[in-house]
Nanobody
């Protein structure tokens, strides 16, 4: 089992930057594909970015491409999301996700979320 704790959220003006962190406890961190999701008030949770276990593959939502960068440090059991050129529409609770498939059984773990607020 994996426990995830996000940090780094806060309030920033449009055009500013924030760096989110997701610290994972437990073993086998490098085996998990990791991702950031976000959920704005009244909207469904959406995928922001994901990264595979060895950082060989990343993917981004179109809305954050070229502004956000996902990365991970397996030695520190930590994933990051560098967010630049923030916009008011980036305001949401950001969640960290760890995903692993054993055989055909998927396992998903979630953090408690961290609030990001971007003012215009």
């Amino acid at each position: 089992q994996v426990q995830l704790v996000e940090s780094g959220g806060g309030s920033v003006q449009a055009g500013g930057s924030l760096r989110l962190s997701c610290a994972a406890s437990g073993r086998m961190f490098s085996m998990y594909a990791m991702a950031w999701y976000r959920q704005a008030p009244g909207k469904q949770r959406e995928l922001v970015a994901r990264i595979d276990g060895r950082s060989t593959s990343t993917a981004y939502a179109d809305s954050v491409k070229d502004r956000f960068t996902i990365s991970r440090d397996n030695d520190k059991n930590t994933m990051y999301l560098q967010m630049n050129s923030l916009k008011p529409e980036d305001t949401a609770v950001y969640y960290c996700n760890a995903h692993l498939v054993l055989g055909v059984v998927p396992f998903d773990y979630w953090g408690q979320g961290t609030q990001v607020t971007v003012s215009s």
